[in-house]
């Protein structure tokens, strides 16, 4: 089944940011690797930026979606951990190009319009994580009032992780293990119980 123009630029322009960034990219060019006008690619996107929210939407919602159910907190803080992780380590798998871009847009400079692009998606991250924390409170007797700091240090040492892993590893894909994911959540859980 050949794929549709609008598909195409889609993924053209999700190659193109990961390899050179949103900034050093021009609506030309996206239009012409993806072999369509111009007046084409603004059909369907009406602009880079709206291009780019398309591709965040297509992309990162089912992540964000399977995401917020692997934050459901079952009663066993390092289980709930381990299925975060392991939700992310699934989506970076799949998609790994995304998900290094999804970062790189997040450490961009603040007044650039691909960072408010990917700002409501990471804010809603680190908030399904930090409901893990808000629901493990009483397991955790030195939580008082630090969900949010729990939340966004799990999430900095998870990214970290998976970007490093991805950088070093020959940037086929990103492989986490079972035993790497039960190894990150308890180098996490040792830090947080001290």
Same mark, same amino acid.
């Given at each position: 089944?050949? /794929? ?22 021009? /609506? ?7 072999? /369509? ?6 059909? @369907?996107?009406? $602009? ?7 591709? !965040? ?27 975060? =992780?392991?939700? =992310? ?18 450490? $961009? ?5 691909? @960072? ?12 399904? =994580? ?20 729990? $939340? ?7 990214? !970290? @992780?998976? /970007? ?28 947080? @119980?001290?």
């Amino acid at each position: 089944m050949p /794929v549709d123009n609008r598909e195409r630029i889609l993924e053209t322009a999700l190659d193109l940011f990961y390899a050179r960034g949103y900034d050093a990219v021009g /609506v030309q060019e996206i239009a012409e690797k993806s072999g /369509v006008t111009k007046p084409t690619l603004y059909y @369907y996107f009406k $602009s880079k930026y709206g291009l780019l929210e398309q591709l !965040l939407e297509s992309r990162g919602e089912p992540f964000l979606k399977d995401l917020r159910q692997a934050c459901v907190y079952r009663g066993d803080l390092k289980e709930t951990l381990c299925t975060a =992780v392991g939700a =992310v380590s699934d989506f970076a798998g799949r998609d790994p190009k995304f998900a290094v871009l999804l970062v790189a847009l997040f450490y $961009s400079a603040r007044d650039n319009e691909s @960072y408010r692009a990917v700002r409501p998606m990471m804010l809603r991250l680190q908030k399904d =994580v930090e409901s893990i924390f808000h629901a493990a409170a009483s397991e955790l007797g030195n939580m008082h009032g630090r969900q949010r700091q729990f $939340s966004l240090g799990f999430i900095g040492l998870v990214i !970290l @992780y998976l /970007v490093m892993k991805y950088e070093t590893g020959g940037r086929e894909c990103i492989d986490i293990s079972g035993d790497e994911i039960e190894a990150l959540v308890h180098q996490f859980m040792h830090g947080i @119980y001290s």
